[in-house]
Structures are given as C-alpha cells and as structure tokens.
C-alpha cells in the first residue's frame, strides 16, 4: 500500500521551533518531489515549501522564507520540514505530498500540480 505518513507535530509556544516528518511506505520518495502544504481553521489549503528531487530545488512560500526549511534524506525515504520562528498564524493541519518527476516536465515548483500522492496531516498548534 502506497502511504505518506507525516508526524512531529503538536503543541509549541511562540518563537518555537518544530520539525515535521514526511515517511513513505510502498514507494520510493527518490523519483517524487515533495511538497508540505497546510491547512488552518475555515482557510483554504496552502503551499508551504517544495523540494525536487531531480535538481534538488527547493521553493517556499513568501510566509515561510527564512523560518523553514525544507530537506530530504532518500536513503531513509523521508523529507522534513524544520519550522523555526513559529507564530500562532502557523498553526493549521500540515500534509505532506508527493508528485513524480521523471519524464514530467513542470514550470516551477512542481508541487503547484496535482500530486500524486497525500498524506493524512499533521496538526500544528501554536499558542502560549
């Protein structure tokens, strides 16, 4: 069974720091990039952070720059997400996504297309 798995998150206070886990199981993340989105009460489902896995390219959101960093390690077949300078208006569900590369072409971050694969999220929650 194909499966992304995210763990990581939970409770943080503000200005802390948190990293997300993004496992697969079934498949190999090498030929997939992966991109973290996330998702905050009664807002739609945002881009966070991209990283390919061809050219290794790493894309953030404008909120995000410079707090977060996105990072993979294929021979344990996961990607993080290292969250740094938390602020209550980082808190939402985080999910992980994968899309395959190989062969495709995408303009840009290929996580602004529909990925392949989704993870069942993360809840973060920021709050003193």
């Known amino acids: 069974q194909l499966q992304l798995v995210e763990s990581g998150g939970g409770l943080v206070q503000p200005g802390g720091s948190l990293r997300l886990s993004c496992a697969a199981s079934?498949?190999?993340?090498?030929?997939?990039?992966i991109g973290w989105f996330r998702q905050a009460p009664g807002k739609e489902r945002e881009g966070v952070s991209c990283?390919?896995?061809?050219?290794?390219?790493?894309y953030y959101a404008d909120s995000v720059k410079g707090r977060f960093t996105i990072s993979r390690d294929n021979a344990k077949n996961a990607v993080y997400l290292q969250m740094n300078g938390l602020g209550p208006e980082d808190t939402a569900v985080y999910y992980c996504?994968?899309?395959?590369?190989?062969?495709?072409?995408?303009?840009?971050?290929?996580?602004?297309?529909?990925?392949?694969?989704w993870g069942k999220g993360a809840l973060v929650t920021v709050s003193s």
């Open positions: 996504a994968a899309i395959y590369e190989p062969g495709n072409h995408y303009w840009g971050s290929p996580c602004t297309y529909t990925m392949d694969y």
């Open positions: 079934g498949f190999s993340l090498n030929y997939y990039a």
């Open positions: 990283i390919s896995s061809e050219t290794g390219n790493t």
